[in-house]
């Protein structure tokens, strides 16, 4: 595959970064993913304005305006359309290199802005017999005080995946220290009860889905659910009749099972049949 590095488009394993780079010592940096289902991106600009402001956040210049990334990344999926269908482009831009290691931001330093493609499954569709049924467990989010900004720094993230999936679920899903739900660990949470949907507030202890702001927009443009975002308990979360997770890859996915215990019949819901399908109708638009 071709990946861009610093300004250049050379083949991956061609591609160098020194390991006095930040983003390998200190994890110092901001990443994306933004998937395309046969050369049209989904949510490209959102995703490029999260990435901008967090990069703002961390006080990173990459030069870069919007519209150099939108040139960016059309440019490299063109140059990689020969890999399939089916395409993500990761992005990574780091502090840069720094010979002394220092904890401070070193001045006159370089980032390094770094992208790649990969194949991805084909858009998820909406069909029960043939949806994903994740089971998850519940525990108490453990990461930092700044969920909000998608760092490279992934530890708790990785952390909190890995416990769920040592015991044989494919997600963790997090509650605060008021026990209210955050979100998963590398997902945004629904939940419906009675007909109404409902996720947390964005706050500094979630990430800002570019998946939960298209479906928040899809729902109050094209459906009549009730749609609110407050604070969830996990008492609401284990007696919820569907539970959903939501990211790039999986849109929106029904979650059948929370610890022990069924989400509603155990089975992928009405309104997440009717929400996926509107999904993947109006997915493109935003
Ligand atoms: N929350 C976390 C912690 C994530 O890593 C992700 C990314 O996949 C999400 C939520 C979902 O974000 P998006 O919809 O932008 O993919």
Redesign the pocket.
């Known amino acids: 595959s071709i990946v861009f590095l610093n300004g250049d488009y050379l083949p991956a394993a061609e591609a160098r970064i020194s390991p006095m780079d930040r983003g390998f010592l200190f994890g110092d940096g901001i990443y994306e993913?933004v998937p395309s289902y046969q050369g049209r991106f989904v949510?490209l600009t959102p995703?490029l304005q999260?990435m901008l402001s967090g990069l703002e956040q961390l006080s990173i210049d990459a030069g870069l305006s919007l519209a150099d990334w939108q040139q960016l990344l059309t440019g490299l999926l063109a140059k990689n359309q020969s890999m399939g269908e089916n395409l993500a482009v990761y992005l990574q831009v780091s502090r840069g290199a720094d010979s002394k290691r220092g904890h401070a931001f070193p001045a006159n330093i370089k980032p390094t802005v770094f992208a790649f493609v990969f194949e991805i499954p084909p858009a998820p569709i909406a069909d029960k017999a043939k949806a994903p049924r994740y089971r998850v467990v519940t525990a108490d989010d453990l990461r930092w005080q700044r969920?909000h900004i998608?760092s490279t720094s992934?530890l708790g993230?990785v952390l909190h995946y890995q416990q769920g999936y040592a015991q044989g679920a494919q997600e963790t899903v997090l509650f605060n220290r008021e026990g209210n739900l955050t979100?998963?660990?590398?997902?945004?949470v629904f939940v419906v009860k009675d007909g109404v949907i409902a996720t947390p507030p964005l706050s500094t202890e979630?990430?800002?889905?570019?998946?939960?702001?298209i479906l928040l927009a899809i729902l109050r443009k094209y459906s009549s659910y009730p749609v609110e975002e407050r604070a969830i308990s996990r008492a609401e979360v284990l007696a919820a009749d569907e539970v959903w997770l939501?990211?790039?890859?999986k849109e929106v996915a029904p979650v059948v099972q929370i610890n022990d215990q069924w989400v509603g019949d155990g089975e992928p819901g009405d309104i997440w049949l009717d929400v996926q399908t509107l999904f993947s109708a109006h997915k493109y638009e935003f």
């Open positions: 993913v949510g995703h999260r969920c998608k992934l993230n979100e998963a660990a590398s997902c945004n979630l990430l800002p889905g570019i998946t939960r702001l939501t990211s790039s890859s």
